[in-house]
């Protein structure tokens, strides 16, 4: 899919945890392309960051957030607490601003 955007453009790509992984976001990134998606924690093998586990983020309630920055990549992976752990990663957007909101 990526081979039909013309490279002399910036794009901003979105995946879900299916199609996401570190190599593929290094591998984008070398191209020129952004990316965000939802990652599975084994497609992040060669990230060195530790993000704080489920039952942590438990403790601090829903919608809690743990966030680390990889320099060398400049990357941001990102877990959040709902019902259960969501992973994050992306090139293009960080974690702030945080805003908080109601669910029903």
């Not at 990526?2 to 990134?29: C, G, R, T």
């Not at 259960?84 to 957007?93: G, P």
């Amino acid at each position: 899919m990526k081979k039909k955007l013309p490279e002399d453009q910036s794009f901003i790509i979105f995946a879900d945890n299916l199609f996401s992984s570190l190599k593929l976001v290094e591998e984008l990134k070398k191209k020129g392309f952004w990316f965000v998606g939802t990652v599975r924690e084994n497609s992040l093998k060669g990230c060195n960051l530790k993000l704080k586990g489920e039952k942590a983020l438990k403790k601090d309630k829903r919608s809690a957030t743990d966030s680390k920055l990889e320099l060398n990549l400049n990357v941001v992976v990102v877990r959040w607490f709902d019902n259960r752990k969501v992973d994050l990663i992306s090139t293009c957007i960080g974690v702030e601003p945080v805003e908080k909101v109601t669910s029903y």
